[in-house]
T-cell receptor, first 115, second 113 residues
């Protein structure tokens, strides 16, 4: 049973436009969410995160929105650039204080930025 | 700059072989993790460790074991490799209590024939 779902395997966006990647979760215990970006033949790199006490977090061109009642989060990239083409993973965890738990990942969305 | 290194980028093994995947981090992180990445399945947690000699099962531990004898090193062991263990294996480390700073290694692509 998948606890973190990314229902779009791929997304194609024109350069300069907004990219919106979506993620849903089913485990109501999750209270910390992260987005990772992965290029082929490299490990994932951390992009942005959000705690459940917030509904928005912004870092440059990247903004993550959290809707707890809908158990939904989204990553907005604006404007989209060619270097943003990668696989994006949504991840969630329970911030138990010890921070020892592993992250639960979605299946990923392959974002393709077209010139 | 945090560095997580994995002993091999590519590995080819035969069914039934014992396989060791090594991971080393240089930032004194308490927590270390092993994931596997498969097309259409994303990253799945195999095992993790929050301290030396401590280990916890993740979501898919079957067929795997781990060893953490030193803080900086976390080994994943396939006792008897099978073809369904062909995958990309990713190691990660993280300081205790800092969820957003989980660093991944470059991955080991394992092919079991």
């Amino acid at each position: 049973d998948q606890q973190v779902k990314q229902n779009s395997p791929s997304l194609s966006v024109q350069e300069g436009r907004i990219s919106i990647l979506n993620c849903d979760y089913t485990n109501s215990m999750f209270d910390y969410f992260l987005w990772y970006k992965k290029y082929p033949a490299e490990g994932p790199t951390f992009l942005i995160s959000i705690s459940s006490i917030k509904d928005k977090n912004e870092d440059g061109r990247f903004t993550v929105f959290l809707n707890k009642s809908a158990k939904h989060l989204s990553l907005h990239i604006v404007p989209s650039q060619p270097g943003d083409s990668a696989v994006y993973f949504c991840a969630a965890t329970v911030d138990s204080g010890g921070g020892a738990d592993g992250l639960t990942f979605g299946k990923g969305t392959h974002l393709i930025i077209q010139p | 700059d945090v560095k997580v290194t994995q002993s091999s980028r590519y590995l080819v093994k035969r069914t039934g072989e014992k396989v060791f995947l090594e991971c080393v981090q240089d930032m004194d992180h308490e927590n270390m993790f092993w994931y596997r990445q498969d097309p259409g399945l994303g990253l799945r947690l195999i095992y993790f460790s929050y301290d030396v000699k401590m280990k916890e099962k993740g979501d898919i531990p079957e067929g795997y074991s781990v060893s953490r004898e030193k803080k900086e090193r976390f080994s994943l062991i396939l006792e008897s490799a099978s073809t369904n263990q062909t995958s990309m294996y990713l190691c990660a480390s993280r300081p205790r209590g800092q969820l957003q700073t989980q660093y991944f290694g470059p991955g080991t692509r394992l092919l079991v024939l």
